[in-house]
């Protein structure tokens, strides 16, 4: 009778964890290209497509590059900055606050706006903490990570990181009871480390940007109309590059003229350049008595090209919904505060929707990770709020002037924190205006018991009567 040794789990992967390792990290090579190429067009590293009609051979090196997919992206990013987390019903925040500062969310969160903006989506990771620390929150790159969907509970059900460190290649899996640590090996991989969290979910989330009902994995701001308009700028920006080194001096012609106005005092021909930039040319007459006649083509006028770059800038602006002088486009009649204002218009629009998608990936984040430090989710009823800077940035006098208005009408209470978020004030300056308040309320009521104790009668002494 013979009998099985069963592998241990921790050291090897299972048949099912092993196709599902595949299946992901297949699915994560066949994105990567796709990936790159939006990657190039935001660091102006794309390779324009050349029609082989006006661009030499020689000048097949040269490259040019027109940063308005990176303009187009930062300037919705820099209009999403996250502020604070806090509870809907007012409770004590420090706990969220702790997490948050703890994984410095804040400053990490810019960074993974701008990759999903750029790439379509990002991806947001939890995970237990080291000893008493908060539980860690990480953004992950598409890059580097994958998922997949299930579209009716709308969650993941396997996830899968992929790096490379000191030149061994590691993968995480993350499953919905456990997330899986493993090394390349010459025998397949090598299981270094299991987190049981026993969770039931998988503790990944996508921060998809324009998603559809259809496609929930998201979209990049670098659409193909912004790609196909970039090369066509580029292209003609090599145009007038090409122009310049052909026709940016005029040429000149010289009819009638002998050998000789070519040749030096040596009876050597110049060259075509010394003949090009004499200063003087002191022709003879031919044997009849003629001068040579001597002029210049019309130099190459640059205008055509620049007021096409023009046009792709306006059609730029519309795909992207920024205001065109921010492309580099200029009228001769400069445009009004008002009408920048009104011009900005959409992309605040774009920014406000941004906010509303991305703050249920960021509330469900606090949530996951109060969940791995309590040992249970929060309660469904407690609400997480994520605090966001107005993304129309009007002036602090504006926002101050609809603060002030809202607290004369008795709309709001002048008390309220809520004036002071209206007001532009950022959260730790909330807090200290708070404490401020409290001082002053405390040095007001002891100056109010003092003057009480000041004005009072002195009490009347007994006169020493006969008592009772």
Not at 154 to 176: C, F, K, N, W
Not at 310 to 315: M, P, Q, T
Not at 436 to 460: I, K, M, S
Request: charged share 25%.
């Amino acid at each position: 009778m013979t009998t099985t040794i069963p592998e241990l789990p921790l050291l090897t992967l299972s048949p099912d964890e092993l196709g599902l390792l595949t299946a992901l990290r297949t699915d994560l090579l066949s994105q990567r290209f796709k990936l790159e190429l939006l990657d190039a067009y935001f660091n102006g590293e794309q390779i324009v497509r050349d029609l082989g009609i006006s661009i030499p051979p020689q000048l097949k090196g040269l490259h040019t590059v027109i940063g308005w997919p990176r303009i187009g992206v930062e300037a919705l990013e820099q209009r999403l900055d996250l502020e604070a987390f806090r509870w809907a019903d007012g409770s004590d925040s420090s706990d969220l606050d702790e997490i948050a500062e703890s994984n410095d969310l804040y400053d990490e969160a810019s960074l993974a706006h701008l990759d999903a903006l750029t790439y379509g989506r990002e991806y947001v990771s939890v995970g237990s903490g080291e000893g008493d620390d908060p539980p860690l929150i990480t953004f992950e790159s598409p890059l580097d990570m994958t998922m997949f969907w299930d579209a009716r509970l709308r969650m993941a059900t396997a996830a899968l990181r992929e790096s490379v460190e000191d030149g061994v290649r590691i993968v995480t899996l993350y499953l919905p009871d456990q997330t899986v640590y493993a090394a390349e090996a010459d025998s397949g991989w090598e299981v270094f480390d299991r987190d049981e969290h026993r969770l039931g979910m998988v503790p990944v989330l996508r921060m998809a940007n324009r998603q559809r009902t259809a496609d929930r994995v998201g979209r990049s701001e670098i659409t193909p109309e912004v790609m196909s308009i970039t090369d066509a700028a580029c292209r003609r920006l090599m145009g007038i590059e090409v122009a310049a080194e052909f026709f940016g001096a005029p040429q000149r012609y010289i009819l009638g003229a002998s050998e000789s106005a070519f040749q030096d005092a040596e009876g050597h021909a110049k060259s075509a350049w010394e003949t090009y930039i004499g200063r003087v040319l002191a022709l003879e007459r031919d044997e009849n008595g003629d001068v040579p006649t001597v002029g210049a083509f019309t130099a190459h006028d640059p205008s055509g090209q620049t007021r096409i770059i023009d046009l792709y800038a306006r059609i730029m602006s519309s795909q992207l919904s920024v205001p065109p002088h921010m492309l580099g486009y200029t009228s001769d009649n400069p445009a009004s505060a008002d009408a920048i204002r009104s011009s900005e218009g959409a992309l605040v629009k774009k920014a406000e929707r941004r906010i509303r998608r991305f703050s249920a990936t960021h509330r469900d984040a606090i949530r996951l990770a109060l969940w791995f430090r309590d040992g249970e989710p929060p309660p469904k009823e407690r609400r997480i709020e994520c605090v966001w800077r107005n993304p129309a940035t009007p002036t602090i006098a504006a926002q101050t002037d609809a603060a002030v208005k809202l607290a004369q009408a008795g709309i709001i209470p002048a008390e309220s924190d809520v004036l002071l978020e209206m007001a532009g004030l950022s959260e730790e300056q909330r807090r200290r205006v708070a404490a401020d308040r409290r001082r002053a309320q405390g040095a007001a009521l002891l100056n109010r018991l003092t003057q009480v104790a000041e004005t009072a009668p002195e009490p009347e002494v007994g006169d020493g009567g006969d008592g009772l």
